[in-house]
């Protein structure tokens, strides 16, 4: 199994300034040399503390590529819906080349309203709207001379510039959340899938279904799960609790206040069952999150096993991305976890 970092921002002006955040996270992308962490990755979110910091993952990438030699560095994702296809394909072929070939691009539908609301978009494009981008960037990154007559972005004859560095192009993941359907598409495209342990009970059927699209489409191997943890580790098992509960648990209050639309009547086709994800997420805590296996916090010997148990129940994943200052959790003690965690759990673990 591989770890990496992932940088998903759930503060704001009234907590931490902007350059701070960006000092703080790049900083911490210096380690993962050093510790062999695998990737960092961040995401695509507009406006409000949970993950308004975030408005363009490659910006942040591109610094991040400077920092280490050897991770990979991961759209954890870019959203097609907000974006024309010309420019998230340029941009991409703009950082593989920076990063001398280690981009690999997440895409993902987008599910916040305040954003759909903000861009004027109708959350019942978003389908649509998602398989016509990312389908384009596809090409515009595989080939030349690409001609596409879509229903929201049309071009002829264009090659898009530069040239990725991977060929035929970078890896591509796609986001998923507990859809069946986007499991399944993302297996039969070929793409990696990006998930989050919201209900581990279901993850082993998802998964299932992503593995047996990948084989039934004819792809090669397995496909690859990247799942999403949160990660605090130190050799005092409450000390790692009093740093954390308040982060995690704020960070966990701003997801669903963020998503608050859901349970206030909207609906679409586009989305079934978001109103029950967001009911679910504001029943969670940190000791939920700690118990289900979704937060793996406290001393190296206890996430060793549960990061062990966990792996094994779904049926084994590849990645894990793991937020590391979540919140307001302190920029040193954010250090040393991924030091201790580089130095007692990675390297017991790699061959899981």
């Known amino acids: 199994m591989d770890f990496g970092v992932q940088f998903f921002p759930s503060v704001g002006p009234e907590t931490t300034p902007a350059a701070q955040y960006f000092d703080e996270c790049l900083k911490l992308c210096g380690l993962m040399d050093e510790y062999r962490y695998s990737h960092v990755r961040t995401v695509e979110h507009y406006f409000l503390p949970y993950g308004g910091y975030s408005p363009n ?208 009547g909207m609906s679409t086709k586009d989305y079934p069952g978001y109103d029950k994800m967001v009911e679910q997420l504001a029943k969670e805590t940190f000791e939920t999150q700690t118990e289900s296996g979704a937060a793996w916090i406290g001393a190296p010997e206890k996430l060793i096993d549960q990061i062990t148990e966990f792996h094994d129940s779904i049926g084994g994943f590849e990645i894990a991305s793991m937020q590391v200052n979540f919140g307001t959790v302190p920029a040193d003690a954010a250090e040393k976890s991924m030091r201790l965690f580089g130095e007692k759990v990675i390297p017991r673990l790699s061959d899981l």
């Not at 007559?149 to 192009?169: A, C, E, I, M, Y």
Request: hydrophobic content about 40%; proline content about 6%; some cysteine.
């Open 57 to 264: 993952p490659m910006v942040f990438l591109t610094a991040a590529s400077q920092r280490t030699k050897n991770a990979r560095v991961i759209t954890g994702a870019v959203l097609p819906i907000f974006n024309n296809p010309l420019k998230l394909a340029g941009e991409a072929g703009m950082l593989d080349a920076i990063s001398n070939g280690r981009l690999e691009l997440g895409m993902a539908r987008a599910f916040l309203p305040h954003e759909f609301k903000a861009f004027g978009i109708s959350v019942d494009e978003s389908i649509e709207r998602f398989d016509e981008g990312s389908e384009q960037i596809r090409r515009l990154l595989e080939e030349e001379n690409v001609s596409s007559d879509g229903k929201f972005h049309s071009f002829k004859n264009v090659t898009s510039l530069p040239r990725p560095t991977q060929q035929p192009r970078p890896p591509i993941w796609t986001a998923t959340t507990t859809t069946p359907a986007s499991f399944e598409k993302a297996g039969r495209m070929g793409y990696g899938v990006m998930a989050i342990p919201l209900v581990r009970a279901r993850l082993s059927e998802l998964i299932k279904i992503y593995r047996d699209a990948w084989r039934a489409a004819g792809h090669p191997g397995n496909g690859r799960v990247m799942l999403a943890f949160h990660m605090f580790c130190h050799e005092d098992e409450e000390e790692a609790a009093n740093i954390c509960r308040d982060p995690l648990n704020r960070y966990l209050g701003a997801i669903v206040d963020a998503a608050s639309a859901w349970q206030d």
